[in-house]
């Protein structure tokens, strides 16, 4: 086990995650605590605009920056690894490679993992909408299936803000060409279920046109090679099966005691400690809050920080602090066709709002990974190339 050396006499924090939550915590500490950063993938992988891998929009380089220059660079440890255990009494982690390393506090900041729900056939036959590799491997299957001379379809499973976005963006590359029949399938009562009902209606208005169809009220039940089967007994024809339906808790939270009776995610104090375990606090999507928020990036990169200057007091023995989100708009994108600019009960609608939406995907990834050294500088002007 990695303890504490001689000549590091260090309070010693973990950060299990370097996903927008846990390298939002890394750059908040500096050396005055020996940090640890833990992450099973090589990249960080920007997730919200992984949907214009379909349309070519962006290629994978666009979306990922190398985890291990970004934690490095904050002046941290950096630990390619899976995590599948945390004792947060004793303070130790456990690693698939059977390494242990011990910690004084620790950031749990997972995300989640795509859920299909039981769904007979959609963990073999759906393909995954929850990473860079998985929408790239969706384009690559869209592409082939337009050069087909027959007409082919293709069902997207969940009406919701991924789905969407997947729907705008095929639309983008593919509405000429007449060759995929496209449907959605949401079972909520209307798409974009938690938002305003005029976001559905303007979604239906571009896309009906165009030949979409959309299946709402019905969850489905099976996906077969050729199928997608609704509970309203409804079977439709599918030659490609997009899976956006559903995110859920990393088995890493169950298997660490981090959950609760009721939920799968980390119930957490108002500042983002575990109620379990009061040498972890939890950020990002893991966390589940006393007032529950949206899972997304920039709530989790506030609640990183949080937890980050949180586990810095509870360390000093000093008073913690409430997380207090700030407001947020949402921006939802619909391919070239339009983009949507939510808050609150207010929708305003405009193609030009795509440039928002890309100022706020370039902006963040230069403060995630600032242009100070040649590599930075060059990933800079390249996403700025496909800004103009
Ligand atoms: C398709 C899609 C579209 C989205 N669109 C938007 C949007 O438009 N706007 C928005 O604000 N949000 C959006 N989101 C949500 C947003 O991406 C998440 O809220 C955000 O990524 C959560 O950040 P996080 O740090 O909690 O988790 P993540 O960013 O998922 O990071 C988790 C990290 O933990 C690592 N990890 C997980 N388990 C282990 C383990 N056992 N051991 C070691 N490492 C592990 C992973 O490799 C990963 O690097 C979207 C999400 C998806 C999937």
Do not use: F, N
């Given at each position: 086990m990695r303890g504490r050396t001689p000549s590091d006499s260090r309070l010693r924090i973990m950060i299990v995650g370097a996903g927008f939550a846990g390298l939002a915590a890394a750059r908040c500490l500096d050396r005055r605590h020996a940090v640890t950063v833990i992450d099973r993938s090589v990249s960080f992988e920007w997730l919200p605009n992984i949907h214009e891998l379909l349309s070519g929009a962006k290629r994978p380089a666009d979306l990922r920056l190398p985890t291990r220059r970004l934690v490095t660079r904050a002046g941290h440890r950096h630990v390619r690894a899976e995590v599948t255990r945390i004792d947060g009494r004793a303070g130790q982690l456990t690693a698939a490679d059977g390494r242990e390393l011990a910690f004084d506090a620790c950031i749990v900041a997972v995300g989640g993992v795509n859920d299909t729900y039981g769904v007979r056939g959609a963990d073999r036959r759906a393909m995954p909408f929850k990473s860079v590799a998985d929408c790239a491997a969706i384009g690559r299957r869209l592409a082939a299936l337009a050069r087909q001379r027959e007409e082919r379809s293709v069902v997207i499973v969940g009406g919701g803000l991924e789905g969407i976005e997947a729907l705008g963006e095929i639309l983008r590359r593919f509405r000429a060409r007449g060759s995929l029949r496209v449907s959605v399938v949401e079972?909520?009562?209307?798409?974009?279920?938690?938002?305003?009902?005029a976001l559905d209606a303007s979604v239906r208005a571009r896309a009906v046109p165009l030949g979409v169809r959309f299946c709402i009220g019905s969850p489905v039940v099976a996906v077969t090679r050729s199928r997608v089967e609704l509970r309203s007994g409804e079977k439709l024809q599918s030659d490609l099966t997009i899976w956006t339906g559903g995110v859920t808790a990393s088995p890493l939270l169950r298997d660490s005691g981090l959950v609760g009776k009721r939920s799968s995610w980390a119930p957490v104090t108002p500042a983002l400690q575990s109620t379990r375990f009061g040498k972890v606090f939890v950020a990002g999507d893991a966390a589940a809050l006393p007032d529950p928020l949206p899972k997304q990036a920039y709530f989790a990169m506030q609640m990183g920080r949080c937890a980050a200057d949180n586990a810095r007091r509870w360390l000093a023995g000093r008073p913690t602090r409430p997380f207090r989100p700030g407001p947020k708009p949402m921006l939802v994108a619909f391919g070239n066709l339009d983009t949507f600019l939510v808050r609150g009960r207010t929708v305003i609608a405009s193609p030009k709002l795509a440039l928002l939406k890309e100022a706020v995907f370039q902006f963040t990834m230069a403060e995630i990974d600032p242009p100070l050294e040649p590599s930075a500088l060059r990933g800079l002007k390249a996403r700025l190339r496909g800004l103009y």
């Open positions: 079972s909520g009562p209307r798409l974009l279920p938690g938002a305003p009902p």
